[in-house]
């Protein structure tokens, strides 16, 4: 399982699940989350925030 609280946090921009709603998401097979705020940086601006999706920095 990855309902590790801790990791709930947008991986766009680190706000946690208890500030935003938490959409998730998966790349390459890894469970990330992203906030509804970024969600449309995500749809619109992918090749910026794929480095973060690559990097897995889903904190
Ligand atoms: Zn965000």
Redesign the pocket.
């Known amino acids: 399982m990855n309902e590790n609280p801790a990791n709930s946090r947008?991986l766009?921009?680190d706000?946690s699940d208890s500030e935003?709603p938490l959409i998730s998401i998966r790349y390459s097979g890894r469970p990330l989350w992203?906030?509804s705020?970024?969600m449309p940086v995500l749809i619109h601006e992918t090749d910026q925030i794929k480095t973060k999706l690559e990097t897995g920095d889903a904190r």
């Open positions: 947008c766009n921009c706000t935003m992203v906030c705020k970024c």
